[in-house]
């Protein structure tokens, strides 16, 4: 086994701990994170086996900004998914002291990085992942909540609104709260109408996220000697400045016996073992890995941070015949959970008197932290004596990929999503493609123990329950459970069914917070969300696709022979002659449309590019009267060589700049609603049954809607999955 083998020679006696490396592998009984199979024992040198980075503390210069656009690239190159607090960038419109102008804000810069993100994506062969969070009284909090609203606007973030106790304390006594930067108070709102504000871009959007932040510093084993402001794109990990950590998971289906039986039990006691080398392995990984920055592997190595979670427990308990989100299952979720902790801390002193602790151990400060002091007295007193190798030991991440590797078991701590699905698997190049018939792996076991071939869903014994049977706190329950038990955090999903009602909804995060939680996200199926991918269905589509066609071209207008307009003059560093921008309207039914644009330069270089974009763009607009969408696909493309700011707006491309231009027009001749947005003109379609229709549908393989589990977009048909 490679990775097994790499992991060993980071031993004196390589040859007695290579097999029982393996045979945790080999067995699927420990899955390490994706990054360390990828990587390890390859010829690639220049990658990281870390998963997970939070980037440096961002400084409020333009050289502190650049600096950490730089490293993120420099870090996401080599695979690491990346996690920023902005909440250190002064707010949008603040005065530059020495050159006279205005701070554009966190979010401009945001989309910086987003272009970055999305460069780095097209030159290799993982998505960029990147997680962006604001606290909570951040005068721009309001601008952040809504800043992906439109679905071209930072694609490649999740986002996460950083909470304080004080603010929760505030929205439950309806008092005001300060928005502030630096002491200075630039607003006082209302901290209920703010948290209304989170809860219904959280409910009709799926973000931001809530992140606990005052809770992850309280719970953090290094409160002495750092502060954590951010975390990785999926929240398991809060991590200080240039932090990164391993991550590994318990493949929890391999140590149930006699599944299926009515007398099934659980086998703690090699659960507890696989841990003990788990540990050791991970600890290796640190030595071996490559670092993207120096001041990460500086981190890594004064703390040794990892992550042990865990996979498989809705399969697990199905073995069990318990229905996840029982009290049953609930108490099961927290003794296994106590069982990788302990396990992993004891290791974990081992190995500090074998090798030493790690160089920022401090045990009187370590031994009053809130998790550490909860640990049985013989792990304290082990600590006490002797050390700890590892600072933190326990997190629980998404686990999409590694899932499917060893038997398409289910994902992480998430309940089942669905028992059998068609999956598309690429071969050689894009066009070659196989597609499979995939199952759950508790569901494919049932059907061999039964000795069936096939059973229908509604046939199942009551414990096969998939996610849309789980109500949301009994995920709460589940979560709550485990994170007594995880000294970082963990990556998870409730998901909401599409009609679940707002007033039922809005107190999710608040019960989050009553229980100790160190965030929480959720994710309801809305009309809202990713417009173009809403699946319609699939017979009204082809019925429907020849009579638009034709309703389309019937109402074309004619060109009159004379068309007002307007032209707008551009000048763009990308050339050093400036573009101008005619858009002519002509009046229909008593009300003025753009229909058609022409695009002047004396740049040649772009003559070809020009001369189709206009077409194109002039098409849009003869067939549509308020092609308000355009205005979204311009500002959407992104130059890989990057872009540039204008009037503090950052362009991300000219074709970006011209989407601008068409957006100010069309606000010019009265298609806006006044508050700078667009209005939508989309027809609503009639919806029969909510829980069937608003699925975003996979951009990759376009066969299956998408999933939101451990706080990540997944396809359950092909290998996409936004976070990965």
Not at 700 to 705: G, M, P, V
């Amino acid at each position: 086994c490679r990775v097994a083998r790499a992991c060993a020679a980071a031993e004196a006696d390589s040859e007695t701990w290579a097999p029982k490396f393996e045979e945790v592998l080999r067995n699927f009984e420990f899955i390490p994170g994706g990054r360390i199979i990828a990587n390890l024992g390859t010829s690639r040198e220049q990658v990281t086996m870390f998963n997970c980075y939070v980037m440096n503390k961002i400084e409020d210069s333009i050289e502190g900004i650049f600096d950490t656009v730089k490293e993120s690239a420099m870090t996401q190159k080599q695979g690491g998914g990346v996690g920023f607090d902005f909440s250190t960038i002064r707010p949008e419109g603040s005065h530059i002291q020495g050159c006279g102008a205005q701070s554009s804000g966190p979010l401009s810069f945001m989309q910086v990085l987003d272009s970055t993100c999305r460069t780095i994506m097209s030159a290799g062969q993982r998505r960029g992942a990147q997680m962006g969070v604001m606290r909570c009284d951040h005068p721009d909090i309001e601008k952040f909540i809504s800043a992906k609203r439109k679905n071209e606007q930072l694609k490649m973030f999740n986002l996460s609104v950083g909470i304080t106790k004080d603010f929760m304390e505030a929205v439950k006594n309806n008092t005001d709260w300060e928005l502030k930067f630096k002491g200075e108070v630039h607003k006082t709102v209302k901290a209920s109408e703010l948290w209304d504000q989170i809860m219904r871009s959280t409910y009709d959007y799926a973000e931001p996220g809530f992140l606990l932040i005052d809770k992850i510093n309280e719970m953090n084993n290094l409160n002495y000697c750092e502060e954590i402001t951010a975390t990785n794109p999926c929240g398991e990990q809060p991590l200080p400045p240039y932090g990164a950590c391993l991550l590994g998971s318990a493949n929890l289906t391999r140590f149930v016996n006699k599944p299926f039986t009515g007398k099934a039990t659980f086998n703690f006691k090699r659960l507890a073992e696989v841990i003990t080398i788990a540990v050791r392995m991970l600890d290796n990984v640190i030595e071996l890995s490559n670092y993207p920055l120096e001041q990460q592997r500086l981190e890594a190595k004064s703390k040794r941070r990892m992550g042990i979670g865990i996979t498989g427990l809705a399969d697990a308990f199905i073995f069990m015949g318990i229905k996840y989100g029982s009290p049953e299952s609930v108490e099961m979720a927290e003794k296994i959970m106590q069982t990788i902790s302990h396990a992993a801390y004891r290791s974990s002193i081992e190995l500090a008197k074998e090798k030493g602790t790690f160089e920022k151990f401090d045990a009187d400060k370590y031994l009053t932290g809130q998790y550490v002091k909860q640990m049985p007295k013989d792990i304290r007193d082990g600590i006490k004596e002797h050390g700890i190798r590892n600072s933190h030991l326990t997190s629980i991440a998404p686990t999409g990929t590694i899932s499917l590797l060893a038997g398409n078991v289910s994902s992480g701590l998430e309940p089942v999503f669905a028992f059998h699905y068609t999956r598309t698997i690429r071969n050689t190049h894009e066009d070659d493609v196989t597609k499979v018939e995939v199952s759950d792996y508790a569901y494919d076991l049932y059907k061999k123990h039964m000795n069936i071939t096939t059973i229908d869903d509604k046939d199942l014994p009551e414990y096969f329950v998939c996610s849309n049977d789980i109500t949301p706190v009994e995920h709460l329950e589940i979560q709550a459970a485990l994170q007594r038990h995880v000294d970082s955090s963990i990556s998870k999903t409730i998901n909401i069914p599409s009609d679940y009602p707002f007033e039922d909804f809005k107190d999710i995060y608040l019960q989050a917070y009553d229980k100790g939680l160190k965030g929480c996200t959720t994710f309801r199926p809305s009309e809202y969300i990713s417009g173009v991918l809403v699946r319609k269905e699939d017979n009204k589509k082809e019925e429907k696709a020849p009579q638009m066609r034709k309703s389309a071209e019937d109402r074309i207008p004619k060109r009159p022979e004379e068309l007002e307009g307007t032209t707008y003059k551009l000048k763009t560093p990308l050339s050093p002659d400036a573009f101008y921008v005619t858009i002519n309207d002509m009046i229909e039914n008593g009300s003025r449309r753009p229909y058609e644009l022409f695009i002047n330069t004396k740049n040649l270089q772009h003559f070809s590019w020009i001369v189709a974009i206009t077409r194109l763009i002039s098409a849009v607009f003869r067939h549509d009267p308020k092609p308000t969408f355009l205005v979204d696909e311009l500002k959407s493309i992104y130059d890989p060589n990057g872009g540039y700011f204008k009037k503090g707006k950052y362009m991300p491309s000219l074709a970006a700049e011209i989407g601008y231009v068409v957006e100010q027009h069309l606000e010019k001749i009265g298609i806006y609603d006044g508050k700078n947005k667009i209005k939508s003109t989309a027809k609503v379609t009639e919806v029969k049954d909510a829980k069937k229709s608003n699925k975003m549908i996979c951009p990759q393989c376009n066969e299956r809607e998408l999933i939101n589990q451990e706080n990540c977009l997944k396809c359950l048909a092909c290998s996409y999955s936004k976070c990965s």
